[in-house]
């Protein structure tokens, strides 16, 4: 397997995705994801690390204390349960599906092709099939192997692997699956981590099933979850939301509260066109995320080509974290962290009236007047008031 031809985008789609590459940008390699160094470098690798991930099998003692209870853990690592039996299965052939390698097809593509005609209406298709499937987003853009692992991790050794993709492939669908907005209020806590394992289990059984349905009609299609690719910069270039300080896509339906994945698709697809309503706008006045943050892993100021340590792509411009710090932090939680997501004022129910009105404000000249009004919100459920039903 190589990977296919593909035309590097135009420079106007960057710019209207706000995207700015430097003439020494590489491809980043996933031996240097901040997850993965955890098992190998000793930079990264630590007591604490490892406890962190021992905790996700209930084989590290739970912390006491408010969110940090056995049954907040028990909770949180029932939520991966789905997707740790699809990332799981394939391990011992150095393949963590979903995370280290891409989802291998559990169906064949069908022999008789379906004739697309009408890209257009073959996106739309799709769209709806992803809803009906359990996706809330979903955007179509073109493959950019810019935003591919020059190389994938071989989880038996942690060595570099091949990132091998089929031939033919031109489109990414990318979905998104909005995380529960009460937990996200309990973060920092296991519990709050629930959130996030919901969502990686819904999404490896979306994916799965939107792609057994793409070669079931007679195209190729890659389900992929963490793996092959970054998530962030396909979603921006779909059309699914803006780049924020907190690293994050800001959406205008859920604001931060989204995990993506997606699918890698020979299938005829008309792309959706990136939208900027002004969201970096808003980023460059508000440093909610960044004070928030206890080991100040997020940057000030504004976007930027410097990068921290080797846990960030270089020769991207964009506000980029401190991933040691982060995970550092993660790890002495033993569980995950975003009280990033939580703070951000963009972390709204946008299906209520006030907080669309809000969001008019935020993305207007009056940006100045949003945060303000925002000042007070952001702050942390109890999560014995969550366990309460409050």
């Not at 669908?173 to 907005?181: C, D, F, K, Q, S």
């Not at 859920?254 to 993506?260: D, Q």
């Not at 846990?311 to 991207?316: D, E, F």
Request: charge should be positive.
């Amino acid at each position: 397997m190589v990977w296919p031809s593909n035309a590097p985008p135009r420079k106007d789609s960057d710019r209207a995705a706000g995207i700015d590459v430097s003439d020494d940008f590489a491809p980043f390699r996933q031996r240097n994801d901040i997850f993965t160094r955890a098992f190998w470098d000793d930079r990264v690798k630590s007591p604490k690390t490892e406890a962190f991930f021992r905790s996700y099998r209930m084989e590290a003692a739970p912390r006491r204390g408010d969110g940090f209870t056995q049954r907040d853990f028990a909770l949180r690592n029932a939520a991966w349960l789905v997707s740790d039996i699809v990332s799981e299965r394939s391990a011992a052939a150095g393949e963590r599906e979903g995370f280290q390698a891409p989802i291998r097809a559990d169906t064949p593509v069908a022999p008789d092709r379906l004739e697309v005609d009408d890209p257009a209406q073959m996106a739309a298709e799709i769209k709806r099939v992803a809803r009906f499937f359990g996706a809330d987003l979903c955007g179509v853009t073109a493959l950019d192997t810019r935003w591919h692992y020059a190389t994938r991790v071989d989880v038996r050794d942690f060595s570099e692997a091949p990132n091998d993709l089929p031939v033919g492939l031109t489109s990414v669908i990318v979905l998104g699956h909005e995380m529960e907005e009460s937990l996200v209020a309990t973060y920092p806590s296991a519990l709050a981590g629930a959130a996030t394992g919901r969502e990686y289990s819904h999404e490896a059984a979306i994916v799965m099933q939107l792609a057994a349905y793409i070669r079931n009609l007679g195209y190729e299609a890659v389900a992929s979850m963490n793996d092959t690719g970054l998530a962030i910069p396909y979603a921006v270039q779909a059309g699914l939301g803006e780049y924020a300080r907190n690293q994050m896509v800001i959406t205008p339906g859920f604001g931060p509260r989204v995990r993506f994945s997606k699918i890698f698709t020979s299938l005829p697809l008309a792309h959706d066109a990136p939208r900027r309503p002004g969201v970096a706008e808003f980023c460059n006045l508000c440093t909610k995320c960044a004070d928030a943050c206890p080991v100040k892993a997020l940057p000030y100021g504004p976007p930027s080509f410097d990068v921290p340590n080797d846990s960030a792509i270089r020769g991207v411009k964009k506000w980029t974290s401190d991933a040691e710090k982060c995970f550092g932090f993660w790890a002495s939680l033993a569980s995950d962290c975003a009280i990033c997501m939580r703070v951000c004022p963009f972390n709204r129910d946008f299906s209520k009236r006030r907080h669309r009105l809000w969001r008019r404000l935020a993305l207007s000249r009056l940006r100045r007047l949003a945060l303000w009004l925002d000042r007070k919100r952001g702050g942390r459920m109890k999560p014995a008031d969550w366990w309460r039903g409050a």
